[in-house]
């Protein structure tokens, strides 16, 4: 039973919740996309050097994060979900962070809807956002997103929706499926053990 952290996204309740913890918006850079395999990418070690780091300084890590898509998607997500729930006739929660049953990765989704299902909304520039309608495809970072959300949360599915004013919405629901849940969740422990020899190697250092 993965537990729930009722803090408000991007917090700094929030922040200090994830604190050198993996969450799902970044298991594509855990495990490959698409081969569903741990990654020993350069990426994946840069991330993993982040988490240590916050571990010990107790201190978050930006990364260079892209301002405007940032900006964009919180100007943005309350008409998003609002067009959500006109359209599908339900009320969605904001809810926090929830760690998974052994607290060792987490996920961040947007909305809970009820008992069983999640919504993770993306405001994408139009050029991805078409791409998304024309392949009826999520772009494979989210697809993994997604699928790290439902491992962590153990819910029935979760709606993705790419929203773009002035085009149509993109609305896309995923349950869990075992060819990618269990490779999935096998390459973030051993990205997590991982994690934790670099810990240790740290720690070595201050004797």
Known sequence: MSRHIQVVQNSIEWL??????????????????????????????????????????????????????????????GESVSYYELTRGVKTEECGFFLSTCERYGASPDRTVGENGLLEVKNLNADNHLLCLFENEIPDKY??????????????????????????????RIYPEPKYQKPLEEGILKFCDRLDEMKQKLLAMYD
């Open 16 to 77: 200090e919740a994830r604190l050198g913890i993996p969450t799902s918006s970044r298991f594509s850079e855990i495990v490959t996309p698409k081969i569903w395999t741990f990654s020993e990418s350069r990426s994946c070690r840069k991330y993993m050097a982040q988490l240590v780091a916050e571990w010990k300084t107790r201190q978050p890590i930006q990364l260079d994060p892209i301002i405007w898509a940032v900006e964009r998607g919180h100007d943005m997500e």
């Open 143 to 172: 697809f993994t997103q997604i699928h790290g959300q439902l491992l962590v949360t153990g819910r029935d599915w979760v709606d993705f929706l790419s929203y773009s004013p002035g085009l149509p919405p993109y609305l896309h």
